[in-house]
């Protein structure tokens, strides 16, 4: 039976990951409208988790199959909440070069923006880009990429999201 970890048994790994995989949102830049002007948008959030659960497979460990769900809170540039993201992650390698494929769900104004993706590089909390399979609302027809940075790791894990739509 899998029993959840709350977010202090989480490596600074997992709870990057998660983060990879949650924001978007309606912007600190916005770039134009993408359904209005046929043109490309750039939209940039951060991000900050504010729930984090891990289901272990083997419990004290990474393994293949772990599940994580999380919900994060989106922000623009000036710290003004403009939405939240939504998302699970199945570890698709376990160990030290620990993957996982997720699929994540940001609710915006105007929207729902859906993305999904790897994240592969834990240890340093490096960047990632993930693909934006759909949306709802003003972002019925989205498609492009989410790239994300890590801007922060004390005291909250904060990563900057670059939304591309095309």
């Given at each position: 039976?899998?029993?959840?970890?709350?977010?202090?048994?989480?490596?600074?790994?997992?709870?990057?990951?998660?983060?990879?995989c949650a924001p978007v949102a309606a912007a600190a830049?916005?770039?134009?409208?993408?359904?209005?002007?046929?043109?490309?948008?750039?939209?940039?959030?951060?991000?900050?988790?504010?729930?984090?659960?891990?289901?272990?497979?083997?419990?004290?460990?990474?393994?293949?199959?772990?599940?994580?769900?999380?919900?994060?809170?989106?922000?623009?540039?000036?710290?003004?909440?403009?939405?939240?993201?939504?998302?699970?992650?199945?570890?698709?390698?376990?160990?030290?070069?620990?993957?996982?494929?997720?699929?994540?769900?940001?609710?915006?104004?105007?929207?729902?923006?859906?993305?999904?993706?790897?994240?592969?590089?834990?240890?340093?909390?490096?960047?990632?880009?993930?693909?934006?399979?759909?949306?709802?609302?003003?972002?019925?027809?989205?498609?492009?990429?989410?790239?994300s940075d890590t801007i922060a790791t004390?005291?909250?894990?904060?990563?900057?999201?670059?939304?591309?739509?095309?």
């Amino acid at each position: 039976m899998m029993r959840p970890i709350g977010t202090a048994g989480l490596g600074a790994a997992t709870l990057v990951t998660l983060l990879a995989c949650a924001p978007v949102a309606a912007a600190a830049t916005d770039t134009g409208s993408a359904q209005a002007t046929d043109k490309a948008r750039t939209i940039t959030l951060l991000a900050e988790v504010q729930q984090l659960t891990r289901f272990p497979v083997t419990p004290g460990s990474v393994s293949q199959g772990d599940q994580v769900v999380v919900r994060s809170d989106l922000f623009d540039e000036t710290h003004n909440k403009v939405g939240e993201s939504h998302g699970t992650c199945t570890t698709t390698r376990g160990g030290a070069d620990e993957a996982e494929q997720c699929v994540v769900t940001y609710t915006l104004p105007g929207g729902q923006l859906t993305v999904q993706g790897m994240y592969f590089d834990y240890p340093d909390q490096g960047p990632f880009d993930n693909a934006i399979t759909g949306g709802t609302g003003e972002y019925k027809k989205a498609r492009g990429w989410v790239h994300s940075d890590t801007i922060a790791t004390n005291p909250k894990v904060v990563r900057r999201f670059t939304i591309h739509l095309v």
